[in-house]
């Protein structure tokens, strides 16, 4: 006997992203927002004084890219809990990336997924990490290999909070734009080439058509099954580097910027890229202070720590390579031989 149990159905998750100052949030139910210290003394009583709730609470968490992990996961579900939250409470993620991605795995795994938004404060965060729902958490074998896709109910992206944001991360969140534009779209990389975005309205216009770029990404792959994939370009080689330096010495788009090169040398060896475009993306990143190079101490350590990346499979590495600047091209075909010749070229720079 075979008994079927009839779930198809559609679901929309679909979502408002607004951009411009904080607008007023109201809800009905209790609201618990997460943060950390420094977001919470710059920014705390602004985002209290937009929203309205039935009783709000605030669990703050440390810090770092360095304490994305199981542990703090648990300290935030327990507040949760002491909170008393319930299937009808709502989760708050204020900071960056970081806070971003645990708030939403928390909100995923609490009571068996709860509703959360986004109000990133961070420059990556705005342009990218906030926008298509990936959640999750480090571990001692790489970046974000534990998590969940959980679609916020909101993602609410006020520039004004940037004013603080110290200028390393501020380049670390031109590169996640960067890193948009090389792989959609020319015009707009050759926009960010004319225009400084230091200046005038040229951030907010920097924000919105990165986010636009990621929106219309998330909406034809919102699973990461094929076309979402490309905007992990520069994160196979990214991520390997952070995970070699246990996360304390490059922010996470800095470790970007370094792989986005690495990805560059490799297409150019190709033939996908020109040595002109590879120039052209360098200088682009350069001058926002961006590191564009690493030390590898063992090639082969690094080359195995590919295979870890959530693209690849047991016997193949997935690599997003440039196909000039505005195409891209997702590849699972090159040979050992090949990238190990690329990493040469960084090895004990």
């Known amino acids: 006997m075979t008994i079927n149990i009839a779930l198809n159905r559609t679901v929309d998750d679909s979502y408002p992203i607004h951009i411009g100052p904080l607008n007023d949030i109201q809800f009905d139910g209790k609201v618990a927002i997460l943060t950390n210290p420094k977001v919470a003394g710059f920014h705390l009583q602004t985002l209290l004084s937009r929203l309205a709730a039935k009783e709000i609470y605030i669990i703050t968490i440390a810090d770092g890219e360095q304490y994305k992990n199981w542990e703090s996961i648990e300290f935030i579900l327990d507040r949760m809990f002491d909170h008393r939250l319930n299937r009808n409470s709502l989760l708050v993620a204020f900071g960056g990336g970081v806070i971003g991605d645990m708030g939403g795995f928390a909100s995923s795994l609490y009571n068996r ?6 109000i990133p404060t961070t420059l990556l965060s705005q342009v990218d990490a906030s926008v298509g729902g990936k959640t999750g958490i480090n571990n001692k074998y790489g970046k974000n290999l ?5 679609q916020p109910k909101a993602v609410h992206i006020d520039p004004s909070f940037l004013n603080t944001l110290p200028s390393r991360e501020f380049g670390a969140g031109v590169a996640e734009i960067v890193k948009m534009a090389v792989t959609f779209n020319r ?6 080439e004319h225009n400084d975005l230091r200046q ?15 929106a219309r990404v998330v909406e034809a792959d919102e699973k990461e099954q094929g076309l979402r994939a490309a905007l992990n370009y520069g994160h196979t080689f990214g991520h390997v580097i952070e995970n070699e330096t246990h996360y304390e010495t490059y922010l996470h788009g800095e470790s970007v910027a370094i792989g986005m090169m690495m990805a560059n040398d490799l297409a150019c060896e190709l033939g996908l890229m020109s040595s ?3 120039k052209r993306v360098r200088a682009l990143l350069a001058r926002y202070d961006l590191p564009l190079t690493y030390a590898i101490a063992d090639v082969e350590k690094f080359y195995q720590a590919f295979f870890l990346d959530k693209k690849s499979s047991d016997s193949s ?8 600047i505005g195409d891209v091209e997702i590849t699972d075909t090159i040979s050992a031989e090949m990238v190990k010749n690329i990493l040469k070229r960084y090895q004990g720079e």
């Open 113 to 118: 997924g709860i509703d959360f938004i986004q």
């Open 276 to 278: 002109e475009e590879v």
């Open 146 to 150: 534990i998590g969940a896709f959980h």
């Open 200 to 214: 005038g309205d040229n951030l907010l216009v920097a924000i919105t058509k990165a986010v636009e770029t990621k």
């Open 187 to 192: 015009d707009f990389f050759e926009w960010l």
């Open 317 to 324: 590495v997935t690599f997003i390579l440039p196909r000039s």
